[in-house]
């Protein structure tokens, strides 16, 4: 399985951006999705997670401006990023789990978001 982020792009501070991030393959389903980004010259960092039956959990630095969502039915995962900041500048990256709590699939190449000021 194949994860690939989409919809990263430059934007301005205080702009918004909707990422998206769907399998390439098909016949299976996931619990969990998760959002992580590597900024220029960081370690990858948790963004944010979405459980089936739970309540979306965001890190301290983007809640309140972002907002993860999935549609089953598109079998897509999004992070809606809003307010956005020049810290966001980063690679995005999703990752899915199975009920198992196991990720499925490998990391995929991410989409780029930068944010100028």
């Known amino acids: 399985v194949q994860l690939q982020a989409s919809g990263g792009g430059l934007v301005q501070a205080g702009g918004s951006l909707r990422l998206s991030c769907a399998p390439s393959g098909s016949g299976f389903s996931f619990n969990a999705v998760a959002w992580y980004r590597q900024p220029p010259g960081k370690d990858r960092e948790y963004v944010a997670a979405?459980?089936?039956?739970?309540?979306?959990n965001y890190a301290g630095a983007v809640k309140g401006r972002f907002t993860i969502s999935r549609d089953n039915a598109k079998n897509t995962v999004y992070l809606q990023m809003n307010v956005l900041k020049p810290e966001d500048t980063a690679v995005y990256f999703c990752?899915?789990?199975?009920?198992?709590?196991?990720?499925?699939?490998?990391w995929g190449q991410g989409t780029q978001v930068t944010v100028s000021s």
């Open positions: 990752r899915l789990y199975g009920a198992d709590a196991q990720p499925i699939g490998s």
């Open positions: 979405l459980t089936t039956g739970a309540n979306p």
